[in-house]
């Protein structure tokens, strides 16, 4: 599992996608979101606009990421 540390209290999903490295585009984070392909805390997300905090999973084509606070 990786931790990707915000430098904020929290980071919408399409955004941590694109910050992680996952995906080059916004507009590609949120087809990959938009087609149940991304987990947040083991249950699939299709709202693109949640929001992560600390602490929070994601999971994406098999890799598991946690994020971390400043």
Known sequence: MEKI???TDF????AFLKFAGL???GGEAK???EDGLVSVNGETCTARG???HAG???SF???EF????K
């Open 5 to 7: 540390t915000i430098s």
């Open 50 to 52: 949640k929001k992560l």
């Open 61 to 63: 084509e098999g890799k």
């Open 56 to 58: 929070d999973m994601v």
């Open 31 to 33: 087809l990959f979101i």
């Open 23 to 25: 995906c080059g585009t």
């Open 66 to 69: 946690t994020v971390a606070g």
């Open 11 to 14: 980071i919408k999903l399409d």
